[in-house]
């Protein structure tokens, strides 16, 4: 999260300025803000904004895997200049946003006992930046028969392909690059999965893709969606046509959902007053104000199995003391309450439609406490 854009963990405390940070969610979900083409006060468009809430987030990718939380050889790839050091209590924001997301992931990918032809899944992430989940997850062993999708703005799908194309430690990732005049590219990664990234506005995904979806994206094979602070950029109308995009192609589908909430609370309210004071819009907070409402969300939205857990949820129950002693010693935290309070008002919400999950719904929950690797 930037500093000057969404709400992050400084700017909820008062702060603001160069310590922003990604903190308890992504630095802006890139796939289209509310549509307003009005400048802001400060004479930059609502999209560009969102777009370049992800040079910060980066930085406090980079500050997290620095300060020794997890491991990410590719964080540095996407920061320019030299790294700037977080605060603890961003590191620990940025450190839970990607452990929580990661188990989920990790939960959707498990196959279980299905045989070598049945393993083929697919995610696809709305405005996922330049996030290194996909650099991640490809080069682990058996993903072979996994593809990873990316849609977002076209800037930003350029800007990733420049970089990877110009980093060794990431070229050398990939065979095939093939990108197209209109900034989508794609490329197979040296063990074998596909990574693709779509360059489409969200907001017109519903025509964009109703007469001809990319063949890359099959609608055959279990999915997982990600929207990692994404679709609460987007207008009621836009994002319920995102989900039913999706909800009426793929046979079997299953959604992570992650989001800032206000809880109709005072720190709630400094959240929303720091939103409007820096022109961003994120029409979610006013349908979507609780864990059980984007619960709702999902279920309204057709998915049969949901589920949901704040971030302060995640760190007390599917981090375990070890692990917790571990991040106590190299960050000790003094705001306690103010991390809980702040961890409070994000969460996750999950959901699944169709068969090819198995017991998804039960894998996320049983991964509570086994979380001191990701």
């Not at 990574?195 to 999915?223: E, G, K, Q, W």
């Not at 705001?335 to 017991?359: C, D, I, N, R």
Request: include cysteine; hydrophobic fraction near 35%; proline fraction near 5%.
């Amino acid at each position: 999260m930037a500093a000057p854009s969404i709400p992050n963990l400084l700017s909820l405390r008062g702060g603001g300025g160069r310590g922003g940070g990604r903190g308890g969610g992504r630095g802006g979900g890139r796939g289209g803000g509310a549509r307003d083409a009005r400048p802001s006060a400060s004479g930059a468009s609502p999209d560009a904004i969102i777009q370049d809430t992800d040079t910060d987030a980066a930085v406090s990718r980079l500050s997290m895997v620095e300060s020794g939380y997890l491991h990410d050889k590719y964080a540095r790839c996407f920061v320019s200049g030299p790294p700037t050091r977080r605060l603890p209590i961003i590191n620990r924001g940025t450190y839970m946003r990607t452990l929580a997301l990661d188990l989920v992931v990790f939960a959707f990918l498990s196959n279980e006992h299905l045989p070598d032809h049945e393993r083929p899944k697919q995610i696809i992430s709305l405005g996922a930046g330049t996030d290194t989940r996909p650099f991640r997850l490809l080069e682990m062993p058996g993903m072979a028969w996994l593809v990873y999708h990316e849609i977002d703005f076209e800037p930003t799908c350029r800007k990733k392909y420049q970089i990877v194309q110009s980093t060794p430690g990431l070229a050398d990732l990939f065979e095939e690059l093939d990108a197209t005049e209109g900034g989508s590219w794609s490329a197979r990664h040296v063990r074998g999965g596909r990574y693709h990234c779509h360059a489409v506005d969200l907001r017109n995904m519903h025509t964009d893709f109703a007469s001809a979806m990319p063949a890359s994206i099959r609608t055959d094979v279990p999915t997982l969606i990600i929207s990692e602070c994404c679709l609460c950029y987007l207008t009621q109308q836009a994002s319920a046509r995102v989900l039913n995009f999706f909800h009426s192609r793929m046979a079997s589908l299953a959604i992570i959902i992650y989001e800032p909430m206000p809880l109709d609370d005072v720190f709630g309210k400094v959240m929303v007053s720091n939103l409007k004071a820096r022109d961003i819009k994120m029409p979610s907070l006013e349908r979507y104000r609780d864990p059980q409402a984007q619960q709702s969300r999902l279920q309204e939205a057709g998915f049969e199995e949901v589920g949901h857990a704040t971030i302060k949820d995640a760190w007390d129950q599917w981090v375990n003391a070890v692990q917790k002693e571990r991040l106590d010693v190299l960050e000790g935290l003094d705001e306690v309450e103010e991390w809980q309070l702040l961890a409070s008002h994000y969460v996750l919400a999950w959901g699944t439609k169709g068969t090819g999950f198995g017991s998804f719904g039960k894998r996320v929950m049983d991964n509570m406490g086994n979380g001191q690797s990701a």
